[in-house]
Nanobody, 115 residues
């Protein structure tokens, strides 16, 4: 069982990135998937969630209108499109897959927004 995030990078304020979370070893399409982030010295916080068929999506207030979560179940992948990035978006970004009592986490990908 694996969740592997990728796409993190260093970008300037106002820039964009697309993160990917690729799943293997379990039936990804029936799991609700979320993106979390953890800034240095801070707790891990929820960024966005998408249910298994993409019919319900939720965002943290801090990213609404800038970030878009989507999924392609045929590719076992969830994406996080991040636009208009701000320095306060700097963090390690993690994806999490949940179904009933089963939870899987990825290892994270670093996003740094800096001049």
């Amino acid at each position: 069982v694996q969740l592997v995030e990728s796409g993190g990078d260093t970008v300037q304020p106002g820039g964009s990135l697309r993160l990917s979370c690729v799943a293997s070893g379990f039936t990804f399409s029936i799991y609700t998937v979320s993106w979390y982030r953890q800034a240095p010295g801070k707790e891990r916080v929820l960024v966005a969630t998408i249910v298994r068929d993409g019919g319900s999506i939720n965002y943290a207030d801090s990213v609404k209108g800038r970030f878009t979560i989507s999924r392609d179940n045929a590719k076992n992948t969830v994406y996080l499109q991040m636009n208009s990035l701000k320095p306060e978006d700097t963090a390690v970004y993690y994806c999490k897959a949940v179904r009933i009592l089963t939870t899987y986490w990825g290892q994270g990908t670093q996003v740094t927004v800096s001049t």
